[in-house]
């Protein structure tokens, strides 16, 4: 057996296909191959009048932490950015293909679920979060931004949650996903085993039936007393804020009128993440309100291209090299400050890629309008 068949496990049961993501080491990080794998199988299914409905887990305590970006960085070192662009290509296809299948995609999202795993699965129908689930977009630490569609689903989250998951990578528990729309269900996980036999025996595209199936096993969790969901009042005052400069002001306000530890630790986490990233970041998510799933897509393919060009900053490869490869947490973005950056910069990041031989992300044609319940929220 190749390694993609070994970093996507298929298990064939009545109508059901469940794809087990495979790379338990690594957090079940997306690779080139298990992207490539997912597409095949993807595709293959929508064709099988056999496949009623497809299941995605992961092997070990991560459903999936993002993309394996390390061998992305090792492309950008060596000069070859266009390289380092067809993972996000490929990447952001397989995005599209989930937010308009024509099947539901049951996501068991027990463990971790980050960046490139969100893309994996928020776009599906059904996605089941567990006590174990933990949500992040951490990208803006890296010097990347919230890609793999998030610019879509994170502008869709009640009020300017979005907004600030986005740009502080603050991670949300299971109990937190059900409440803003990220999860449709929670089951605890000692009853994940229960709620897929039950639904191997379900002969049924249905989303009715498999909803009721799921709902069986579901509970209503309690949040957490410190639950950033209930701090919504601050979020959507202050992240409501035209530009990123101004939320910072807005919180900085905000401690000032009374001490506040969690205020105080999200200025914090803004204040040492990328200055441009915050900045493409903001206009991302805020454009993404207005445009669907696809163009969102197309667009923060553009952005991407422009992050592993690194003409108008490096801080991707930076942000890599201090949180990912040397570890030493300490990485020196440049430009070093949010007022360092013109409208000019950010701008660019939003442009046409400036190459005769680069094409924009072209997305399949697909008869499927996006399923994911989080659009109707």
């Given at each position: ?8 496990l ?72 266009k ?8 990447e ?6 989930i ?34 689930s ?70 049924s ?11 069986k ?46 205020i ?11 200055p441009m ?93 996006p ?7």
């Open positions: 057996m190749g390694s993609e068949e070994d970093q996507v298929v298990e064939e049961k009545q109508y059901v296909r469940t794809l087990v993501l495979n790379r338990p080491r690594q957090l079940n990080a997306l690779s080139f191959q298990m992207i490539s794998r997912l597409l095949e199988l993807f595709r293959a299914y929508e064709e099988d009048s056999n496949v009623k409905f497809v299941v995605v887990k992961g092997k070990g305590r991560a459903f999936c932490a993002g993309g394996d970006v390390a061998a992305v960085v090792r492309d950008l070192n060596e000069g070859k950015w390289l380092g662009a067809e993972f996000f290509r490929k952001f296809t397989l995005n599209y293909l937010a308009t299948y024509c099947k539901p995609q049951v996501s068991i999202l027990n463990g971790i679920v980050m960046g490139g795993g969100a893309g994996a699965s928020i776009h599906g129908r059904f996605r089941v979060a567990t006590e174990t933990v949500f992040a977009m951490p990208e803006t630490a890296l010097g990347l931004f919230p890609d793999v569609g998030a610019s879509y689903f994170l502008s869709r989250l009640p009020g300017f949650l979005g907004e600030y998951c986005g740009l502080t990578g603050s991670r949300l528990d299971g109990a937190e996903m059900l409440a803003c729309g990220l999860a449709t269900h929670f089951v605890p996980s000692t009853r994940l085993s229960l709620l897929e036999e039950d639904l191997y025996k379900v002969d595209s249905d989303p009715v039936i498999i909803s009721e199936v799921i709902g096993y579901s509970q209503q969790p309690h949040l957490k007393e410190k639950s950033a969901y209930l701090r919504r009042d601050v979020i959507d005052k202050c992240f409501s804020q035209r530009t990123v400069e101004d939320i910072l002001s807005a919180l900085e306000r905000e401690v000032m009128k009374k001490p506040d530890d969690w105080s630790a999200t200025i914090q986490t803004l204040r040492k993440a990328s990233s915050l900045k493409i970041s903001l206009r991302s998510i805020r454009e993404g309100r207005l445009q669907g799933v696809g163009q969102c897509l197309v667009r923060e393919f553009r952005m991407v291209c422009h992050v592993m060009k690194g003409e108008v900053s490096k801080d991707f490869a930076e942000g890599c090299r201090a949180l990912l490869l040397d570890k030493d947490k300490n990485p020196k973005w440049k430009p070093s400050k949010l007022e360092l950056i013109s409208d000019g910069m950010v701008n660019q990041y939003f442009s046409k890629v400036d190459d005769e031989e680069w094409e924009d992300l072209k997305l399949p044609a697909r008869s499927n309008l399923v994911s319940a989080i659009a109707k929220l």
